[in-house]
C-alpha cells in the first residue's frame, strides 16, 4: 500500500488489496480521501467502476475522477480494478467489484472519522451493467459481504446508481453491434441463450420480489447518456429506463447538454457536474445543513 498527497490534500490509498491473498493487481483498489473529514460531518462514498467491455481498462486511468470528486464536492471515492475477459468471464468481473465495495466498507474506519453511511455506484459502459446489477441483485454484495465477515449488509447502503453509457442489454446491443461478439463471447461465453438471463434490462419484478423482504425499495438511478456516444446507442439507457420504472424505481435520464463520444465524455465539465450534483442531492435529501 502507498500512502501519498495528491493536489490539495486529496489523499490517495493505492492498489489495496481486497482479497485475502492479496497477489493478483487487478484485485486491489484505489481510494481518494478529501482533506479534513470531521467526525461530526460523515460524508457518503462514491464507487466508480471503469469501463472496456469487459476486456480493457484499469482503475489507473481514473484517478482524476476520484481526485475530482474527493476535492471538489468533499466526496471520498473508490475506484477498483477487477480481473478482466478473457481469464474471467461474467460474473466474476461482478464478484471483484461486489468484493473490493465490501472490503472498503469494512476497512474504512481505519482511513475515515465516521462509517461510512451511505454509497452511491456508478459505473461506466460494462462498469454500467456491473453498478446496474449491484442494486437488482443483492446476492452478489451479501456474497461479498460473507467473504469479509461484514457485521453490515452493504446493500442497504446503496442509496443511487449511475450509469455512464451503460451497456444494460446484452441481446439488444448484439442485435445492434453484431461485431460485439467478439467481446461479449470472451466475457459471456458462446451460448447467446444465456444473455438475457445476465442482463439488467431482463430482471422482471418477480427476481425482486425474491428479495425485497428485506428492502423493498430501489434505490433512485441517474442514467447519462451523451448523444455523440459513437459505441454503444441510447437504446441501451432507453430500454433501461423503461424496465426500471416498469420496478417502481426513481430514473433521471441526463442526455441532451452532453457532447462527448463513448470515453470522451467522461472529461467532459458538464458529466462531471450531473454525477457529483446527483450524489449530493441525494445525501443533501437526508442530511440537509
Ligand atoms: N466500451 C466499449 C463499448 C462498446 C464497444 C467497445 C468498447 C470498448 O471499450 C472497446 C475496448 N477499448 C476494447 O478494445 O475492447
Do not use: C
Amino acid at each position: 500500500m502507498k500512502d501519498h498527497k495528491a493536489q490539495a490534500g486529496v489523499k490517495v490509498h493505492s492498489s489495496i488489496p481486497y482479497t485475502s491473498d492479496g497477489q493478483n493487481p487487478k484485485q486491489t483498489y484505489d481510494v481518494f480521501f478529501p482533506p479534513n473529514l470531521q467526525p461530526e460531518s460523515p460524508r457518503p462514498l462514491l464507487v466508480y467502476i471503469h469501463g472496456g467491455a469487459w476486456r480493457t481498462g484499469d482503475k489507473s486511468e481514473y484517478s482524476y475522477l476520484g481526485t475530482h470528486f474527493a476535492q471538489n464536492y468533499n466526496i471520498p471515492t473508490l475506484v477498483p480494478s477487477y480481473r478482466l475477459s478473457p481469464k474471467v468471464t461474467h460474473p466474476t468481473h461482478l464478484q471483484d467489484v461486489a468484493l473490493a465495495i465490501s472490503h472498503f466498507i469494512n476497512t474504512s474506519h481505519t482511513h475515515l472519522p465516521s462509517p461510512i453511511t451511505q454509497i452511491y455506484i456508478s459505473g461506466h459502459s460494462a462498469g454500467g451493467f456491473m453498478s446496474t446489477l449491484l442494486s437488482l441483485l443483492p446476492e452478489y454484495l451479501d456474497k461479498a459481504d460473507a467473504e469479509t465477515s461484514s457485521p453490515t449488509r452493504t446493500y442497504t447502503l446503496i442509496k443511487g446508481i449511475i450509469g455512464i453509457q451503460g451497456i444494460y442489454s446484452i441481446p439488444n446491443l448484439l442485435s445492434v453491434w453484431p461485431s460485439y461478439s467478439s467481446f461479449i463471447h470472451p466475457a459471456f461465453g458462446a451460448d447467446t441463450s444465456l444473455y438475457p438471463l445476465t442482463s439488467p434490462t431482463h430482471i422482471s419484478p418477480s427476481t425482486l420480489t425474491n428479495h425485497s423482504l428485506t428492502h423493498p425499495t430501489l434505490p433512485p438511478y441517474l442514467l447519462i447518456h451523451s448523444p455523440n456516444d459513437e459505441l454503444v446507442d441510447f437504446g441501451q439507457t432507453k430500454d433501461l429506463e423503461v424496465r426500471l420504472r416498469a420496478l417502481d424505481a426513481d430514473v433521471e435520464v441526463v442526455g441532451e447538454g452532453l457532447k462527448g463520444t463513448h470515453f470522451g465524455v467522461l472529461k467532459e465539465a458538464a458529466f462531471l457536474k450531473v454525477l457529483g450534483d446527483f450524489v449530493e442531492g441525494q445525501w443533501s435529501k437526508s442530511h440537509p445543513h
